[in-house]
Structures are given as C-alpha cells and as structure tokens.
C-alpha cells in the first residue's frame, strides 16, 4: 500500500496532499511542510491505495505534535 497524507493550512485555507507517498511496510513518512506555516493551524489526514490503484482506504486524521 502506498500512503496518501492530506495536509490542510486552516489559517491560511490552502491544502496540501501528495498520491504518491511512503510505502505502509516504511512505517514512516515525511511531509515537507513549508517553512512559513511554522505557527499555522495546521491538519493532517492520512489514507493508503494499492499499489496497483485499484483499492483505497477511508482516510484517518492524525495528531500533529
């Protein structure tokens, strides 16, 4: 499976999101978060698609620290 991680700036109402993230078996991912967002509201959603495309799964809100 392959991760999708969604990123949403509530201050400044812009989205970020990446179809083509970290592999499930990684167990890690990094999302580069623009430098400028540093004391933003910010939100992260994660879900994960088969590698052939063909299958998603519902997506799941992660704690940011």
């Not at 970020?16 to 991912?29: I, Q, V």
């Amino acid at each position: 499976d392959v991760a999708m991680p969604v990123v949403y700036n509530k201050t400044k109402n812009v989205w970020l999101y990446a179809t083509e993230g970290a592999n499930r078996a990684s167990k890690r991912m990094i999302v580069p978060i623009p430098q400028a967002w540093k004391t933003d509201d910010v939100e992260v959603w994660v879900s994960f698609r088969s590698e052939n495309g063909k299958k998603n799964s519902d997506s799941v809100y992660v704690q940011v620290a």
